[in-house]
């Protein structure tokens, strides 16, 4: 079986050799740019880390003692661990990205010390989920219980372990660590044993909970050993309840949490190239297709508060600080790749150039330090992760993903090499014998140099982007001009025999554009070229924000005062066609003003700018557009609509979204007989049990609970507990005029002691708790 596995694997790798490849990391080099400058900065956070804080989780849990503490934060609250498995990744990209020998050195260590903890635990199993051992045996004895972020009671436990299954692929694929490897097919093997007691359907349960991309590191595996038994693990860990409606379609995100998705869709596809599952490459395909085309904002980012909102209304997304999450767009781009690969669609490298420049690489601080959410909200802002303090998701994907800009500028398909992104770079094309140099100042200016330095016959095809109108693209080979057999969203080809010394040079004429919000509502985007042009804004004259986050469970989150909509500058015009008012500043790349436009705010004075170069500021990404007939009365809209939001946010000391992941995580949930769901858009959750949250109440200032429940629930009876203490028997009578409504509960000065409040429902014998669907303290 085994023999005829591979052999099968060979030969849809002989297939798929059709398709195109990119080249290894360790063959591009970066040159002077923001990429490289990032890189750097990326190099000094990775080496400013403690790699035996990070190693601490997995000794501690193999028995072993570890050699200095636990870093703190996610990484000692339920997800510790997962850090550790990043570091590997990072370190292995950054390795093969600049060949830095105290890089290897430390990757070495961080691997040998986790082989001391696998082979301690003796059965192949290496992790740092806190009381792990115990946890796996109860699932591997069919005790089971699986919500949309924890199993049996433990925070995302196979998201977790991903990270270290891949963290150990990559330090064999990048850094040809062959413990590694070894350690990686053991923990294999370990994980296959576990699952084989468990029925299709507890594992499609079981997968309710965020796994990360277990289907996809299973499949690499499998083609590593040529071993069917981790392909068919593979498919079992691959979710049916997202799989089966994109096979067919059906776009039912709404409501899902983002980024459990996207590495379950990368799995599939990797399943789809090394099987030939037509039906997984066609979920694949339309996943991106709806995701980047109906629920993707400028900067090629997604989500609010980490859920898909409806395609058909963004307003959610102008209203929270919870914008798009860097680890969506991170993970979005590894698809990306893979479905280049299989198809060379000009609009698969136009997206991840959008998302590479706008989202990526704004996402890391200049002196270092990685964002989780950007907020579209006008006047908001970002903060930025401390290497000590903050262990979230999106400084893990950060980590590696600045570590890998060299990974998709270039690809090749036999004798046809692809320029897909126009970054200052060296490829050295083995193959060819050829070294390739790109020399470009883009996007400060429109246009790149590609020189040639072989002798040898190819075929260059240089991407045509959507955003360079038709029949504008310019290219010359030696000073000569050349015809351009593209259009926008296609490549351009030159084949020829190259001598060395040969160099093209391409022009890429940018304008100035608008571009609405994807539900078409009145709020724009401005871009030059594939740059998203942002504007740095002070409304509060006096204030001074802390843009550098906390250790605190939730200090990813920009939690400074929001801005009244009504406040926000917008774009006064009486004609949409005003685009000729944004000037260039002389002396200022990528830099306009635009007089006569901008209301509010600065003004006339406003510099738009590329996002990618704002920092520690508020700013406005996207704006109201407006005619001067209209401007009062959208004010007032403006004024009217977030006026009791406004008022009870300012009352507002605690809040958790119920039945959303990262706030009940944040919040230390816990409960027993308990789910989660969506009605309408909004999540909820309820019991049989009971269940609970931890608040906060630093100052002692809570008077008030405040619960929203559904009017459906009419009967349902419950108690409420606060720090164990009976608030108050509820019995719901659901006699409220909206669908969704508040109750509040006075809250006793005796309950709020030590500042800190666990909220329970329990529900009463026969009857099960109301559909929470929001909780709040208030001042």
Known sequence: ?????????????????????????????????????????????????????????????????????????????????????????????????????????????????????????????????????QAWRDIENGKLHADSFSVNGKWVPWYNLHKTYAGLRDAWRYAGNEDAKAMLVALSDWALNLTSHLSDSQMQDMLRSEQGGMNEVLADVAQMTGQRKYMDLALRFSHQALLQPLEQGQDRLTGLHANTQIPKVIGFKRIADLTGSADMERAAEFFWQTVVEHRTVAIGGNSVKEHFNDANDFSSMMEEVEGPETCNTYNMLKLTEMLFLTQQKGSYADYYERALYNHILSSERPGGGFVYFTPMRPNHYRVYSQVDQAMWCCVGSGIESHAKYGEFIYAHEGDALF???????TLEWREKGARITQSTRFPDMDSTRITVDSSS???????????????????????????????????????????????????????????????????????????????????????????????????????????????????????????????????KPLTFVAPGLVHGGAGASTEFIPFFRLHDSRYMLYWQQTTSSGLVRIMAENREREAARLALDAQTIDQVAPGEQQPESDHFFKGDESRAGLTQGRHWREAKGWFSYDLTDRKREAKTLRLEFARADKGREFDILVNGQLLQSVRLDGEAAEEVYAREFALPAGLRADGKLVVSLRARPGSSTARLFGLRLLR
């Open 419 to 425: 320029v897909n992104l126009f970054i200052p770079s």
């Open 1 to 133: 079986m085994k023999t005829k596995f591979f052999a099968l694997l060979m030969a849809l790798a002989a297939v798929h050799a059709q398709a195109a490849e990119l080249f290894p990391l360790k063959d591009v080099r970066l040159g002077p740019s923001p990429f490289l400058d990032a890189q750097a900065a990326d190099l000094n956070y990775i080496l400013a880390l403690d790699p035996d804080r990070l190693l601490a989780p997995f000794l501690r849990e193999a028995g072993l003692q570890p050699k200095q503490p636990s870093y703190g934060n996610w990484e000692s609250s339920g997800l510790d661990g997962h850090m550790g498995g990043h570091y590997m990744s990072a370190l292995s990209l950054m390795y093969a990205s600049t060949g830095d020998a105290e890089v290897l050195r430390r990757l070495n260590y961080f691997v040998s010390e986790l082989k001391r903890a696998q082979r301690a635990n003796g059965d192949g199993y290496v992790g740092g989920i806190p009381g792990g051992r």
């Open 457 to 587: 016959h190819f075929t260059m095809r240089i991407r045509y982007p959507a955003w360079v109108a038709a029949g504008r693209m310019q290219l010359r080979v030696n000073g000569l001009p050349v015809k351009v057999n593209a259009a926008p969203g296609g490549y351009a080809s030159i084949e020829r025999n190259w001598r060395r010394g040969d160099h093209v040079d391409v022009v890429l004429p940018m304008t100035t554009h608008l571009e609405q919000m994807p539900d078409l509502s009145n709020y724009y985007a401005v871009l030059h070229g594939p740059i998203v042009l942002a504007a740095k804004t002070k409304p509060f004259p006096d204030e001074h924000l802390d843009f550098l986050a906390d250790g605190s469970r939730m200090g990813h989150i920009a939690k400074g005062p929001v801005c009244p909509q009504e406040a926000a500058p917008l774009f006064v015009s009486d004609t949409k066609a005003f685009m000729d008012k944004f000037k260039p500043v002389k002396g």
